[in-house]
């Protein structure tokens, strides 16, 4: 009977358990830090962070930029990132925009560098290169952290996506 009872007890705890994931969707986190993924059915990961979704992809499905996507989308920029590329993206998080700002197409611009610069890129030194508007931007390594033109922190680096690279940073270039 006491052998039942513990069957009984078990198979009631298994099944709340299987009914309680099913009630919420699918999310991956990254190992790395705090983001969180919705999980994309039929989509693979490709490593280093990726899976096979292209650089908007990526951007709407982490859930911490949704501003900048907005911004890229209502300027007319967000085709870009469609692209084949590659290109690097310096996304800044939802926390970074301060109320009702707009950023012009051209600033957009800004953060879209052309070709992939990986993190492990710098440990031959920084890195100087221009942006979609032309501009240079500077990337070197203190600390063991990514800086864009020696003051902004990247806060998460290396999110993969299949044609190029974020670097997720929180404040304004």
């Known amino acids: 009977i006491l052998l039942i009872l513990i069957s009984s007890v078990m198979a ?3 099944k709340r358990q299987s009914e309680n994931e099913s009630r919420n969707p699918p999310e991956i986190v990254s190992r790395d830090s705090d983001t969180v993924f919705n999980e994309i059915p039929g989509k693979h990961h490709l490593g280093r962070n990726a899976y096979d979704l292209d650089l908007v992809e990526t ?3 982490v859930r911490k ?3 900048f996507v907005d911004q890229l989308r209502s300027s007319g920029q967000l085709d ?12 800044p998080t939802d926390n970074a925009f301060p109320s009702n700002v707009s950023i012009s197409s051209n600033d957009l611009r800004g953060y879209i560098i052309p070709g992939k ?8 030194g920084p890195i100087t290169t221009k942006s979609l ?6 990337i070197d390594l203190k600390n063991g952290k990514m800086i864009i ?10 999110i993969g996506a299949g044609n190029g690279v974020i670097h997720e940073i929180d404040q304004l270039m």
């Open 12 to 14: 009631t705890g298994c």
């Open 59 to 61: 951007l709407i499905n």
């Open 65 to 67: 930029r949704l501003v």
């Open 80 to 91: 870009i990132l469609k692209q084949e590329g590659p290109y690097t993206v310096f996304a």
């Open 117 to 124: 610069i990986w993190k492990e890129d710098l440990a031959n």
């Open 133 to 138: 508007n032309d501009e240079e931007v500077s």
């Open 149 to 158: 033109n020696n003051k902004i922190t990247v806060i998460k680096e290396n």
